[in-house]
């Protein structure tokens, strides 16, 4: 069993930054893949990023959110740059059961409660 537990949200003015953190316990973290999704108002689910086991990253947002991970802390980060209104949503973050990173949902086996992201105009 894997635990998440995600920190860093809130309200921040457009154009600002948040770091957003993942913690996890239950398993040896370094061996699996690591994923951040969004899930704006009344809209699904999406990608954000994700980086694999040995490090291999992929995100949807060029440019302005950068995920990182630190195995000795067991936590996964997601610096968020640039900040704009349409990236409000809660945050969560989900752990693969793989080495490989992927960008959908089902190839993440465990979810966080997620945190909520709100970038006013």
């Known amino acids: 069993q894997v ?9 921040v003015q ?8 993942c913690a996890a316990s239950g398993r040896t973290f370094s061996s699996y893949a690591m994923g951040w ?3 704006p108002p009344g809209m699904a689910r999406e ?3 994700a980086m694999s086991a040995s490090g ?24 968020m740059n640039s900040l704009k209104p349409e990236d409000t949503a809660v945050y969560y973050c989900a752990a693969s059961r793989s080495r490989n ?4 949902l089902y190839e993440y086996y465990y979810w966080g409660q997620g945190t ?3 970038v006013s105009s």
């Open 3 to 11: 635990r998440l537990v995600e920190s860093g949200g809130g309200l």
């Open 14 to 21: 457009a154009g600002g930054s948040l770091r957003l953190s």
């Open 37 to 39: 999704f969004r899930q």
């Open 47 to 49: 990608f954000v990023a």
């Open 56 to 79: 291999d990253s992929a995100d949807s947002v060029k440019d302005r959110f950068t995920i990182s991970r630190d195995n000795a802390k067991n936590t996964v980060y997601l610096q």
């Open 101 to 104: 990173s992927g960008r959908l």
């Open 116 to 118: 909520q992201v709100t």
